[in-house]
């Protein structure tokens, strides 16, 4: 759970008294500062949805960030957060990760945020040095099929999301005919096949869909015959939310179950009144309403906390921290990242030999839509 005293802040990184400054956008290289040199006058770059049906999973942790780079004391360093647009897609990242990695005063990123944008830059970044702190790409392979040294992400992989699904369909569910759908994509599909794997008989049918389709007549067709008693949907908000109000109108009643990629803000109101009772699940602890982080958080930015806000807080941090620590280039950020342990606001921060968070930091938490809103219901163990 999230702390509620100032000592997340603390704990987050080293502080001493200074100026920061803090943008976002476009910002003029000109008076960069130089990566080779002992100047700390550095950009670090955020990319990933910030618009589209799936934004809201990954705005709340660009705040983040940008919350802690606004609340760092250092009277040395002068840092600005660059935000890119990359929908989520990979074919819109890669130039992105190009002119990060070629312009010497980006010292770190912060992402991908999907899975399938980061699987498509980490060489760029891997061959330039620059170092990733990923605030919510899970893909399993990222780091167990083809890992990089730059890449380090602040949540555990599909390989345990699956199995904390598979669990909480059967253990607190009850569930023994779970429909299990994935949406053809890096980041559904291995979901899936972890979640069918644990589940073994207790999946009665297994069917794909694509991005970007609207109509499920098919799979709707498959589920009535099935008679299914849970369904899992692997994908984003966008195409779950068109294939719940369809499995509701189709009459089926089948307890709804979604990964970390249904996580947003939007989930409600893009589901509607046919998503009341869905759950979605997170390796995410709940953010306690009365923490300081929760009540700095809002009045910065107007909202509360939502999706990864909190990891997001953490990866600005760990670079913060580097940078306190006297690291002035990226061979030095990494090796500063590589070693970090510290008192998070999202968890305890490690990275292991794959940039990966430790066993026994892993959690995951199903939250319910109720009203809307997406309630903290239980704690499920991989």
Same mark, same amino acid.
């Given at each position: 759970m999230i702390r509620s005293s100032k000592t997340w802040q603390v704990a987050a990184m080293a502080s001493v008294?200074?100026?920061?400054?803090?943008?976002?956008?476009?910002?003029?290289?000109?008076?960069?500062?130089?990566?080779?040199?002992?100047?700390?006058?550095?950009?670090?770059?955020?990319m990933g949805a910030l618009s589209g049906a799936n934004a809201s999973i990954v705005l709340p942790s660009v705040?983040?960030?940008?919350?802690?780079?606004?609340q760092w004391e250092n009277d040395e360093c002068e840092i600005t957060l660059e935000k890119f647009?990359?929908? @989520?897609?990979? &074919?819109? %990242?890669? !130039?992105?990760?190009? +002119? *990060?990695a070629g312009?010497?005063?980006?010292?770190?990123?912060? $992402?991908?945020?999907?899975?399938?944008?980061?699987?498509?830059?980490?060489?760029?970044?891997?061959?330039?040095?620059?170092?990733?702190?990923?605030q919510s790409a899970t893909a399993t392979d990222l780091t167990q099929e083809d890992p990089v040294e730059v890449f380090h992400r602040l949540v555990p992989y599909d390989d345990y999301q699956g199995a904390a699904i598979a669990n909480y369909f059967t253990d607190e569910l009850g569930a023994s005919k779970v429909f299990v759908v994935d949406n053809s994509e890096a980041y559904g599909e291995p979901l899936a096949d972890r979640v069918?794997?644990?589940?073994?008989?207790?999946?009665?049918?297994?069917?794909?869909?694509?991005?970007?389709?609207?109509?499920?007549?098919?799979?709707?067709?498959?589920?009535?015959?099935?008679?299914?008693?849970?369904?899992?949907?692997? @994908?984003?908000? &966008?195409? %779950?939310? !068109?294939?719940?109000? +369809? *499995?509701?109108?189709?009459?089926?009643?089948?307890?709804?179950? $979604?990964?970390?990629?249904l996580y947003g803000a939007d989930f409600g109101n893009a589901v509607g009144e046919a998503g009341e009772g869905a759950v979605v699940m997170c390796p995410c602890a709940p953010i306690e309403e009365d923490s300081t982080f929760a009540a700095d958080y809002e009045e910065e930015f107007g909202t509360a906390p939502g999706a990864y806000a909190?990891?997001?807080?953490?990866?600005?941090?760990?670079?913060?921290?580097?940078?306190?620590?006297?690291?002035?280039?990226?061979?030095?950020?990494?090796?500063?990242?590589?070693?970090?342990?510290?008192e998070g606001l999202s968890k305890e921060?490690?990275?292991?030999?794959?940039?990966?968070?430790?066993?026994?930091?892993?959690?995951?938490?199903?939250?319910?839509?109720?009203?809307?809103?997406?309630v903290?219901?239980?704690e499920v163990t991989p």
């Amino acid at each position: 759970m999230i702390r509620s005293s100032k000592t997340w802040q603390v704990a987050a990184m080293a502080s001493v008294a200074g100026l920061v400054l803090s943008a976002c956008g476009t910002t003029d290289t000109d008076g960069g500062g130089d990566a080779s040199g002992e100047d700390c006058n550095f950009k670090i770059g955020v990319m990933g949805a910030l618009s589209g049906a799936n934004a809201s999973i990954v705005l709340p942790s660009v705040d983040g960030a940008e919350l802690a780079l606004n609340q760092w004391e250092n009277d040395e360093c002068e840092i600005t957060l660059e935000k890119f647009d990359t929908e @989520g897609d990979p &074919a819109k %990242a890669t !130039p992105v990760a190009t +002119q *990060i990695a070629g312009d010497d005063t980006f010292i770190g990123v912060i $992402g991908g945020a999907f899975s399938g944008e980061t699987r498509a830059t980490k060489s760029i970044y891997a061959d330039a040095g620059v170092t990733m702190v990923s605030q919510s790409a899970t893909a399993t392979d990222l780091t167990q099929e083809d890992p990089v040294e730059v890449f380090h992400r602040l949540v555990p992989y599909d390989d345990y999301q699956g199995a904390a699904i598979a669990n909480y369909f059967t253990d607190e569910l009850g569930a023994s005919k779970v429909f299990v759908v994935d949406n053809s994509e890096a980041y559904g599909e291995p979901l899936a096949d972890r979640v069918e794997e644990t589940l073994g008989d207790a999946m009665v049918q297994r069917d794909k869909t694509e991005v970007g389709q609207t109509d499920f007549a098919p799979t709707i067709s498959k589920m009535e015959s099935a008679e299914p008693d849970a369904i899992f949907y692997g @994908g984003y908000i &966008a195409e %779950a939310a !068109p294939l719940l109000k +369809q *499995i509701r109108d189709a009459g089926i009643e089948a307890p709804f179950v $979604g990964g970390d990629g249904l996580y947003g803000a939007d989930f409600g109101n893009a589901v509607g009144e046919a998503g009341e009772g869905a759950v979605v699940m997170c390796p995410c602890a709940p953010i306690e309403e009365d923490s300081t982080f929760a009540a700095d958080y809002e009045e910065e930015f107007g909202t509360a906390p939502g999706a990864y806000a909190a990891e997001g807080f953490d990866a600005m941090s760990v670079f913060l921290a580097a940078l306190d620590d006297g690291a002035r280039t990226r061979e030095e950020v990494e090796e500063f990242v590589d070693g970090y342990t510290g008192e998070g606001l999202s968890k305890e921060i490690a990275f292991d030999e794959n940039g990966d968070v430790p066993q026994e930091n892993v959690s995951y938490w199903a939250y319910k839509n109720e009203g809307g809103t997406l309630v903290p219901e239980v704690e499920v163990t991989p």
